[in-house]
C-alpha cells in the first residue's frame, strides 16, 4: 500500500474542516486544517503537504494574496510548486478564476460543491502531479543518462562515429577529431561518402560496405594517409544500428569505433626492423652495400619515419667527414614519385628491407650525388661538428637558431636543403667513424624524441657493421698483397729450378767433353803421323 497523501485545508469556516475530514479520511486521506493565511503558509512550509486546498475569502489576506506569497517569498522555496485547489463562495468570476489559472492555480471549485467531485478532483491533482513528478525524474534520468553516455563518447580513449544512411556523420567524438580532424570543415561535420578526401579511402569503404551489406566491417591495422605519408595504424569496426525517424519509420545508421595502435605498432615494427637489419647485416660484408642497408632502414615504413637518411665517413687524415651515400628524395615532386611507387608495390618491411636495402645504389640518384659532393670539416667552428668531435648525437631545430645557421652547421652543407634534422656520430670503441644525418623534408612532420633514440641503435649497428666492413677491406688488401708475393715466389721457384737444370746440363757438358778430349788427342796424333808418312 501507498504512502497516505497529505491534504491541508486553509479555510476559517470549521464545518468545511468537519465535512472535509470525515470524508476525505474515508477515502484515505490524512488532512491537516488551517483557518488563516499566515498559519496556513507555515503549515506548508513545515509539512510540505501533497496538496492544498485554500479558500479565496480568509481574514487578514486573501487566498489569492496567499498563493502570491508561496509563489514568489524565497522563505517557501522548497513548497512553491505544491498543487493548489481554490475554494471560493463567490459567484461566477470568470476573470477572477483566469487570473488565477494563469499564476499556477490547479483547479478552481466554486462553493458549494460535493465532497464525492473535491475527492475526484484531488485524485486527479495528484495523480497528475505524481505523472509530471514521474516525467521529471524520467526526464532528469533521460538526461543524465544522456550526459554520461556523452562524458564517456567524449572521453573515451577510442574513436567513436555514427553517420546517417546518407553518410552524414552525426557524432564525432574528441578523440576521432583530434585523430582525423578533416571530419569537421568550419565546425560541421563533413559527409564521409562525398568528401574527396574520405569517400575512398577506409572510412568511405566501410560505411558504404555496412550500409550496402548490412553487415558488420572489421579492419585490423590499416595504415591511413596523412598527408603524403602512413602516418596512422588503425583498428576499425563499423556496425549497423536501428534507430526511429521523426515519422516513426526505423532506419539504419552506421556506428564505428577506430582505434588509433600507431605506437604499439611502431614499437613492435621498430623491434622487427632492429631485428631485420641485424640480419641482412649478416649477409653483406661490402661496405657499400652496407651503407645503403642502413640507409635504407632509417627510411623504412613507421619505425623511424624519416624521409631522408645521409650517411658521412671520416677520411683517413680524420680531417673532414666525406659524404659517402644519401636515400630519399631531393624535391617534393621526387617524394611523391617515390612513395606512390612504394605504395603500389605494398611490401612489408621485411621484402622492403631484404630487396631495396640489398639492393646496390643507383649512383646517379639526386640526393646521393648531393650527399658526395658534401662534406663536413672537423676543424669548423660550428655546434654540428663540435658535437660530432665529442661523439654526440646534434639535433637541428631552425626555430631554435633563426638567422644563424652559420654556427649551426658548416656552409658545405647547404646543397642538402637541411631544415630541421638529427646528425648522429657512429661510434666504434670511442672513435669517430662518421655520422647519420636523417630528417623529415618533404613531408613536414616533426621528429620525434623516440626516433631519435632508434636512431641511436641503429647508428651502433652501423658502427659494429662498418669496423667489419673495414675489417674485412683490410683482410682483402692483406690478401691480395700475399697472393702477389705467392706469386712471385712460384716465379722465383720457377727460375731456381729452370737454373739448376741448366747447371746441371753444362756439368754434364764439361764431363762429356772431357771424356771425349783424351781419345781424340791420341786419334789426332795417329792421324798427324799417318800424315806425315804421306808426305
Request: glycine share 6%.
Amino acid at each position: 500500500m501507498g504512502k497516505q497523501k497529505t491534504v491541508l485545508l486553509v479555510d476559517d469556516e470549521q464545518i468545511m474542516h468537519d465535512l472535509a475530514s470525515a470524508y476525505l479520511e474515508r477515502e484515505g486521506f490524512t488532512l491537516q486544517s488551517a483557518y488563516t493565511g499566515s498559519s496556513g503558509l507555515e503549515m506548508i512550509k513545515n509539512l510540505n503537504p501533497d496538496i492544498v486546498l485554500l479558500d479565496y475569502m480568509l481574514p487578514q489576506m486573501n487566498g489569492e494574496q496567499v498563493f502570491e506569497k508561496l509563489r514568489q517569498d524565497q522563505a517557501y522555496s522548497d513548497v512553491r510548486d505544491t498543487p493548489v485547489i481554490l475554494l471560493t463562495a463567490r459567484g461566477s468570476d470568470e476573470i477572477l478564476k483566469t487570473r488565477l489559472l494563469k499564476q499556477g492555480i490547479v483547479a478552481y471549485l466554486q462553493k458549494p460543491f460535493g465532497l464525492r467531485e473535491l475527492s475526484e478532483v484531488i485524485n486527479n491533482i495528484i495523480t497528475l502531479r505524481d505523472i509530471r513528478h514521474s516525467n521529471r525524474l524520467l526526464e532528469f534520468e533521460v538526461k543524465s543518462t544522456k550526459q554520461h553516455l556523452s562524458s564517456i563518447l567524449q572521453n573515451a580513449p577510442v574513436g567513436i562515429f555514427s553517420c546517417d544512411d546518407q553518410g552524414n556523420l552525426v557524432d564525432v567524438n574528441q578523440y576521432l577529431l583530434k585523430l582525423l580532424p578533416d571530419l569537421s570543415v568550419n565546425h560541421q561535420f563533413i559527409n564521409v561518402l562525398e568528401d574527396d578526401h574520405f569517400k575512398e579511402s577506409f572510412f568511405g569503404s566501410g560505411v558504404r560496405s555496412v550500409l550496402e551489406t548490412g553487415a558488420s566491417w572489421k579492419r585490423n591495422l590499416v595504415p591511413c594517409k596523412c598527408g603524403h605519408m602512413h602516418d596512422l595504424i588503425l583498428n576499425m569496426h563499423f556496425v549497423p544500428i536501428q534507430v526511429d525517424n521523426e515519422d516513426g519509420d526505423e532506419t539504419v545508421r552506421v556506428m564505428g569505433i577506430i582505434e588509433d595502435v600507431t605506437e604499439g605498432e611502431r614499437k613492435n615494427f621498430q623491434l622487427r626492423l632492429l631485428s631485420h637489419v641485424t640480419t641482412a647485416m649478416q649477409q653483406t660484408i661490402e661496405l657499400k652495400t652496407l651503407l645503403h642497408l642502413l640507409l635504407t632502414a632509417i627510411t623504412a615504413g613507421p619505425a623511424l619515419g624519416f624521409t631522408r637518411a645521409m650517411i658521412f665517413l671520416v677520411n683517413d687524415l680524420f680531417t673532414e667527414l666525406t659524404g659517402a651515400m644519401g636515400v630519399g628524395p631531393i624535391s617534393y615532386d621526387d617524394a611523391l614519385q617515390t612513395w606512390n611507387r612504394l605504395n603500389r608495390q605494398n611490401l612489408d618491411m621485411e621484402e622492403y628491407i631484404f630487396k631495396h636495402g640489398l639492393a646496390l645504389p643507383v649512383d646517379d640518384e639526386a640526393l646521393n650525388l648531393a650527399v658526395q659532393s658534401c662534406s663536413i670539416p672537423l676543424d669548423a667552428n660550428t655546434r654540428l661538428t663540435n658535437e660530432l668531435r665529442e661523439n654526440k648525437p646534434f639535433w637541428y631545430k631552425k626555430h631554435d637558431f633563426h638567422e644563424m645557421n652559420y654556427l649551426a652547421f658548416p656552409s658545405t652543407l647547404q646543397p642538402l636543403l637541411l631544415d630541421e634534422f638529427i646528425a648522429m656520430p657512429v661510434v666504434a670503441n670511442g672513435k669517430l667513424l662518421g655520422a647519420i644525418i636523417a630528417d623529415n623534408k618533404f613531408n613536414d612532420q616533426p621528429i620525434r624524441e623516440d626516433r631519435v633514440q632508434l636512431l641511436s641503435l641503429i647508428a651502433a649497428q652501423a658502427a659494429h657493421g662498418i669496423e667489419k666492413a673495414n675489417s674485412y677491406e683490410q683482410l682483402r688488401a692483406e690478401k691480395l698483397k700475399l697472393e702477389v708475393a705467392v706469386k712471385k715466389l712460384r716465379q722465383a721457384q720457377v727460375r731456381l729450378i729452370h737454373t739448376e737444370r741448366l747447371a746441371a746440363i753444362g756439368e754434364m757438358a764439361a764431363h762429356v767433353a772431357h771424356e771425349i778430349r783424351n781419345p781424340l788427342v791420341t786419334i789426332g796424333g795417329f792421324a798427324r803421323q799417318i800424315e806425315q808418312k804421306i808426305d
